[in-house]
């Protein structure tokens, strides 16, 4: 078929940003220094030798390796390169490589050489597991092997990691690494709607339904439609971990009294044994700490979840572009009390970031829209409609409605209606379907 012999495949490159544990800052600081030295060095010889700069950029490593370190036929006959590396500790071999491919990097942009980040050669790190990772550092004397846990999202296991870049901040170390995922088809959305004769649009209410999606046609007649539930599982789940974790707080404070009353009695009797004290304390706070992740996880595992049901209905649609609002920069929910959301609660962003990196491995698609007045206006005909819950009148500020009615008469799920609104912008740039 034409459009099968259409996909491309190929891959794409995700960055991901994790924190590293703060451990031996001051040796991340001298490694630091040492790299912006040496990418200096090397950045000084080609401003002066700017013609240099023509040759690939493979080509380029070797001769400047010639240019500044020499070769072992040249050290025989007692040549000396032309910019020796003097001055400097002994610089390992993929450190050097880095520094000089920064240095190349650099020059061409004709940019400076003001805190460069240190991108990260095999050589310069290892056992690079999905907790941790082992850093070479100079310590200002020698080089040493460092492991430095991190934390932040995780990365997944089907992505090829590629040099990995240190970024040093005030008091904060991060690892930025790259990601090259495999897309099964790379086209554009443009190039897509040339062929494609349908479209999923996704809308993200509150409450128990966390996602809607309707499948509308090219001209926005609506095809299919399927809600994606598991808020109100999700709230109760949240409520749970609440209570315990409240409960756990109201006996740490109870335990606390009656420390500072065992303190008393110490003087009298061989009661107050301070270890177990201090292990009771250590224990809840740790416990505290677990739950408090529990909510944090919880969070993550719905936004996982609804993004896996919305990817499976699509590929059971065939549908090869999604559709959602642009939340990035649009709207600050916590500002917005009409909105009646609840920023923790409310898992939108999430699962679109989720939705994002999951389709594109499928080979499917997702582009947004503009999220202005798609759930305030009729999909139908374009006037302001008004919300409403089951058994009560339509009001105008009745925001938090499922259902909604307009002044011409069409009614029906909000959610859908947002859904629909959300396809229909997107479609209104694509009128016509290329022959
Ligand atoms: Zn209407």
Sequence with gaps: ????????????ILTYRVRLYDRHFSWLKATKELYTQVVQHFFHVLQQEEELLKESDFS???TLEIRCIGTKEMKAAGIRPDYPL???????????RSAINTAVDLARKKAGTVNPHITLYKGMYQNFTDTTIELKLFN???????????TGRSLPPE???LSPMLVLEKRTAWLEVPLSFEVQDIRTVKERMETEERICAVSFPDHDVLAAAVILSRTGEELEQKVFRGGNEKEDQRRKL?????????SRGMEERRNRSDVRMETVSDCGDGSNITGTKENSAKENAALYAGIHDLNRYYAHRVSRQILAFCQQQNIKIIVVPNYENALDFRDKQYLKTDGYRWLGRSIIKNLKYKAFQQGILVTSVRPYHISDCCSECGEKIRKYNE??????KYYGGKLFLCPNGHKGNAAFNTARNVGKSFLGYFPEKRS
């Design 159 to 161: 992505a090829e990691r």
């Design 1 to 12: 078929m034409e459009q099968k012999s259409k996909n491309r495949t190929g891959n794409k």
């Design 391 to 396: 058994g009560h009148t339509a009001g105008k």
């Design 86 to 96: 003097t001055g400097f500790p002994k610089i390992p071999l993929y450190f050097r």
């Design 140 to 150: 200002g004397e020698k080089w040493v092997w460092v492991t430095y846990p991190f």
């Design 242 to 250: 609440s209570a315990r974790i409240h409960t756990s707080e109201e």
């Design 60 to 62: 380029l490593l070797r």
